[in-house]
């Protein structure tokens, strides 16, 4: 196998076996970012008198074509090549011979695919919180569309209060506020350049680690060499907890539409197509893409706790262990983007009853709104909620369906423009590459 450390001497098949694991596959998500990285080294080799100009341009047309093939999905590790990082080498030796051999001077494999996991988990972490963005703006439409309709409210799973379609949609765009807060400051994380710490102790070569930064697009570099190595690991820990945040929003939103949309309820609906039948049931009209999204982000929120028990009693340095991040987070990425995806599109399609507080079941919705207009009166509060106790106690409540919420965030008030400012101060403060 043709590999970066080789030194003539193959492995044992059973032992190449076991610690490539599904390496290669999953690099082949890294392959656009390990090239950008090595385009970045390349440069800076010129600066340092490593380069000529010549090769610093025969290497950077060539990387360019590689990343042309990368990015339109044709890279391939081939047979007998151990990760990315071999194959695009042994692609620029074969076309550029001894040049090609120059562009692994001053990096380390440990930071080469450091590099290549913070440009990767930064492309996604943009990627997921522009889905993000997406599915908040849908909640804050709809929360503006059916702020007039108003819902049953409950605690302890009990009838408590009233609520509306408004104050719900809207709670989960908050929510995801805090979600994104989050999320960015992983973010900040991320986005800093291990690039020339090596194999975490840095390099007898003038490298120009302020260089690569910039050309990176980093917002900063990881100054110490070892605390650049020690990022592997805590990154992706980072990543993970924002990507859990999120989940268990997505969580709870499916979670409420699972109860809602069932006949016992009856408060949405879904068109047909958009959910499964039975094989015996006829009426039946399941949400499966709302179970599934409670499922799938069920998992997501056990991915910290997974990376962090992987890499928990590690000391500093590079360990094999890291490697199996990946197998984790890779697929858990996709399955986040799939989730806002699919959320984002179930909701342009729900549809409301408006006519839920019709139902004299929920009378006492408003047994706080009479209590309160009794003490607004002049009744003293305890006496009012006695009064209004009684009452209910002896089934001569009547319910006026009416409420009176004026106070920010409440039924008459969502603040939904102020909602907005605060996502998008997250969204412009988010760092672009």
Known sequence: MNKLWSKGKDSHQLVEQFTVGQDRELDLQLAPHDVRGSMAHVQMLQSIGLLTKEETEQLTAALQDILKVAETGGFIIEDGVEDVHSQVELMLTRKLGETGKKIHSGRSRNDQVLVDLK???????????????QLFQRLQTLSEAHKEVLMPGYTHFQIAMPSSFGLWFGAYAEALTDDMQLFAGAYKMVNQNP??????????????????TKLLGFDSMLYNVVAAQMSRGKAERALSYGMASIASTLNKLASDICIFISQNFGFISFPEELTTGSSIMPHKKNPD????????????????????????NLPHGYHRDYQLMKDALFPAITTLKDCLVIAEFMLQHIQINPH????????YLFTVEEVNRLTLEGVPFRDAYRKVGQQVSDGTFKAAKQVRHTHEGSIGNLCTAAIAQKMQAIMTTWGKA
Do not use: H, W
């Open 119 to 133: 440009l990767f988990m930064r492309a996604e972490m943009q990627a997921i919180a522009q889905l993000t963005y």
């Open 356 to 363: 839920i507080l019709d139902d004299p079941k929920y009378d």
């Open 195 to 212: 690039l020339g710490s090596a194999a975490g102790y840095g390099s007898s070569f003038p490298l120009d680690r302020a260089m690569t």
């Open 289 to 312: 893409v709302f179970e599934l999204i409670r499922g799938k982000c069920n998992r997501l929120q056990s991915l910290p706790n997974e990376l962090t028990i992987m890499t928990t």
